[in-house]
């Protein structure tokens, strides 16, 4: 690659993350009529610089430390370089930062295009639309009266309005009703020149609907170095977000599900004590069931893409309430399964595990399955295609009234039924026991 751009006749260099100049080509060195020392000179390998006004151009001002900073292409702007001998020449930078597969910025590549042939500076400017309109996110320039001046393609994949719409309009149609302050504000910071680098907001689309974005907003200047307007880069950050709520909620999941795990514990020493004689009675029976909760923790692990393998609800249901399986004086059993059976596989078995789970745990801690003498019926039955099971509990502790507040694992519940299940879930607070209504369509978790 270094010999290709050796032999072109453009002015060309490259520079890492920090503006050391890694790389130039002998077009390079004959415009700036100095030769640069590869990592130590930076941003720019000119022995000085100024605006096309005469102003001068502190190197850490350039164009290629504007597009290092701003991690954005920089639209060509015009300066001049003044060689050692004291000749000038003028010139057309068009510098676009380079970023690995991550989206880390790791350097800068710079064209400098004497503009002494306008023609080929026009090209310069072609070529920089080019790489513009190809940008995966959307980059809009406005001037200072928030009139859109620019729309590239990305623009329009994000916010649906093509160019000929978006041209000419003001920015306040992507802004919802409620943030329309935030324009003036950012119209004022571009004024004194200022750059607002990663501002998270809302945006309105064409359709009306809302899109969460990260914004950065640069000033543009004209040849002369004045500011006459702004570009943004928008990016959709909506996955992102998605990911951050995921993750909470997992986070939050985790914590609940420990703290059950806590509270069964207990719940097994307590239960164990009351029929147990010795220590050794006690130990034996808390060991035991632990042990049938560990098995039971094991069904909402899958056990991988190409080993997964079917259950049935019925086993499925025992496993879960082995640890409750006899009564306090280990003669009778505690739980009931009654009817049809029905395969389940895949995702499905993790939803149910933790949906019996859940059951399990509320009944350990305040229903029928907290008294030694409580007891579950779990009747299951299907109709055209609905399967239905009803969790009974009686001969617990009688219930005064329905709760006033929802926990957390009943809204788990009942995401888990509507979301995995794509069914319906109903509890019924009778005064001698909770009832739990749930009906889901057969086909959604069948293996057949």
Known sequence: MSDVLEALPEAIYTTDAKGLITFYNRAAVALWGVTPALGESTFCGSWKLYWPDGTPLPHNECPMSMALKEQRPVRGLEAIAERPDGTRVRFLACPSPIFDAEGGLIGAVNMLIDLTDQTVADEAALIHDALVESSADAIIAKDLNGTITNWNAGAQRLFGYTAEEAVGQPIDMLIPLDRRDEEPGILARIRRGERIEHYETLRRRKDGSLVEISLAVSPIRNR?????????????????????????????????????????????VSLSARSATTPGELASAVCARLNALARAHTLTIPHGLSNEQPTTLHALIQTILAPYADGGDNSQPRAFVTGPDITIDGASVTSFALLLHEFATNAAKYGALSLPEGLLDIACSESEEVFTVVWSERNGPLIDREPDSTGFGTLLAKATVHGQLHGEIRRDWKREGLTITVAFPTRNISGQ
Do not use: C, P, W, Y
């Open 224 to 268: 002369q170095g004045r500011i006459v307007g702004a570009a943004k880069i928008a990016r959709d950050i909506t996955e992102r977000r998605q990911a951050e709520e995921q993750k909470s909620l997992l986070i939050r999941e985790m914590d609940h599900r420990v703290k059950n795990l806590f509270t069964l514990a207990n719940s097994v």
